[in-house]
């Protein structure tokens, strides 16, 4: 075969490749295969809650997911899965939830006085073997930026609730019992750590890197939550095995597209006005305020 025209018909077909890897699947398609992945996975259904759901209807009133939301459900199921993926191989199998339920809002039908209800963005029902999941009808940037780690929380709650009697190392009543700190943090995770039931809070911070290691220090400086630390450990390890040392050590790991090379001396005062000159950095700001509608300053420098 003639060189050029073999080359010619390799770049055709290269090309018609590049065309059919690029044409989108539509959202219908993508929401199917996402249920078919957590119930093969996870042996999670996905379900859609209605108004007059009659286990939902007693507390809360649901407003489902409308037709038009298809795409914000794709994505937000699409950040839970992510986060799903993370657990070891079968876990969510033996001791997760049998359904996820969606809809646009849960709002509570006797909310405490004075306050506003609001849609959790995930809560448990473990006596239905259900999480609850709020879909927006319109996402926010800080929904967009903490994406799905909130259903780690509660998980947490979905299996403690399991944990109850007073005789179990991992209950609310065990945990009271743990040793307090000799003197009251002023760290931010010391603050959330010091209330009388921070089980799902503590599981919570191990699934964030930048919160995991800083979790890390806070045990260093403080042998109260070390204890803490390692009741759940030990508790989790019972549960799976996957639940081992390395498998924390890995959760502690900044993946690389977070991590952020600082090359200004913070300790310079003169800092902020070579901040202030990097044409680099400059740029770098105004995509997080046009991307988030004002300026962030980095979660850590790295």
């Not at 078919?36 to 286990?55: C, L, N, P, V």
């Not at 839970?80 to 709002?107: D, I, M, W």
């Not at 448990?124 to 927006?136: G, K, L």
């Not at 179990?168 to 010091?194: H, Q």
Request: glycine residues 6%; contains cysteine.
């Amino acid at each position: 075969m003639n060189r050029s025209f073999r080359n010619a018909l390799m770049f055709c077909g290269f090309g018609l490749g590049v065309l059919l890897a690029a044409e989108p699947i539509p959202a219908g398609q993508q929401l199917a295969d996402l249920k078919g992945r957590f119930k093969a996975q996870y042996d999670i259904e996905i379900q859609s809650a209605q108004a007059d759901d009659k286990a939902l209807s007693a507390s809360y009133n649901v407003t489902p997911v409308g037709d038009a939301n298809l795409a914000g459900t794709v994505k937000v199921l699409g950040w839970v899965e992510e986060e799903l993926k993370r657990y070891p191989a079968g876990f969510l199998k033996h001791h997760g939830p049998r359904q996820l339920v969606l809809a646009e809002s849960f709002l509570s039908k006797r909310p405490a006085s004075g306050i506003t209800p609001t849609s959790s963005s995930s809560f448990e029902f473990r006596a239905t073997e259900v999480i609850a999941v709020t879909i927006p009808g319109k996402l926010t940037a800080v929904q967009e930026f903490f994406k799905a780690r909130h259903i780690h929380q509660t998980l947490a709650n979905y299996l403690l609730q399991a944990h109850m009697a007073p005789a179990d190392s991992i209950s609310f009543e065990a945990w009271k019992k743990l040793p307090k700190p000799a003197t009251a943090s002023v760290t931010s995770i010391g603050k959330r750590l010091a209330g009388a039931d921070s089980r799902a809070t503590l599981f919570g911070l191990f699934w964030d890197p930048f919160e995991h290691l800083d979790l890390i220090a806070e045990a260093k400086a403080d042998p109260s939550i070390a204890k803490k630390i390692a009741v759940m450990k030990d508790f989790l390890a019972a549960q799976d095995k996957g639940f081992d040392q390395a498998f924390f050590d890995q959760l502690a790991v900044i993946p690389e597209s977070e991590r952020i090379v600082c090359t200004n001396d913070l300790t310079d005062l003169t800092s902020v006005d070579q901040i202030k000159k990097d044409s680099e950095i400059q740029a770098d700001l105004r995509r997080i305020e046009q991307k988030w509608g004002h300026r962030r300053c980095p979660r850590r420098c790295a």
